[in-house]
């Protein structure tokens, strides 16, 4: 089994950076795709600000002779309007604050991966106040014997390279900040037509398809 790395950097932030995020909260959240049908989603941010978690409970990719092509990709767009923190949260001398996106962490579980195919994660993050900014990590994964039924559970962390990271405007207390986009897209492809692959998700918490991304803060002067 091979692992390819992108966009993958140490994560360094300050203590000032992660409790800025304190107080900061989703505004009804959205999301569309064929990996992302209504009702099988959830979208959370934690209370420190600093992670959005997205869960899926019917992502599910497939390849292989018994599947019809449109399996092998499947993807989801996530809307993501953020509120700034209220004045409350903001550390003394604090008037407003920004934010971006720095990376993200995928859990989940292949049931079949089979020699010959190959699982790609792309997360492609912009947002609607900087049309120039896209940025993208990628997670890719070789079949083999270790990926073999029952195949086997993943944690894979890719990080945006601080150099390449994009904050948005300021903003002022208890304010949307901005929205951001995050798409998932997981693609297979085989270069053995007889061999299988079979990314599943369900509803059992260690079934989920589970994507974390990494929310920097930093303050500003609106």
């Known amino acids: 089994m091979k692992l390819s790395i992108a966009l993958l950097t140490p994560l360094l932030v300050t203590g000032q950076e992660i409790a800025l995020g304190t107080g900061a909260r989703l505004i009804q959240p959205r999301h569309s795709g064929n990996g992302c049908p209504s009702g099988s989603t959830n979208i959370t941010m934690s209370a420190s600000g600093d992670w959005i978690t997205i869960t899926h409970s019917k992502f599910r990719t497939y390849i292989g002779p018994s599947y019809p092509p449109a399996e092998k990709t499947k993807n989801c767009q996530v809307q993501l309007p953020i509120s700034a923190p209220s004045a409350e949260h ?4 604090v008037k407003g604050v920004q934010y971006t996106l720095a990376g993200t962490e995928y859990e989940g579980y292949y ?16 947002s609607n106040q900087m049309d ?28 945006i ?5 994009a904050y948005t405007y300021c903003a002022r207390p208890g304010a ?4 951001f986009y995050a798409n998932e897209r997981v693609a297979m492809n085989s270069s053995n037509p007889q061999a299988y692959g079979v990314s599943f998700a369900g509803e ?3 079934l989920l398809y589970t994507r974390r991304i990494r929310v920097l803060w930093r303050a500003c002067t609106p």
């Open 204 to 206: 059992a918490v260690d």
């Open 161 to 165: 390279p601080l150099s390449s990271l």
């Open 132 to 159: 120039t900014y896209t940025a993208t990590t990628i997670a890719r994964f070789d079949g083999g014997e270790t990926w073999r039924a029952p195949g086997r559970s993943y944690n894979e962390s890719r990080m």
């Open 176 to 179: 949307t900040a901005a929205t």
């Open 90 to 93: 903001f550390p003394q001398g």
């Open 111 to 126: 049931s079949q991966l089979d020699e010959g195919v190959t699982a790609i994660h792309y997360s492609t993050y912009y």
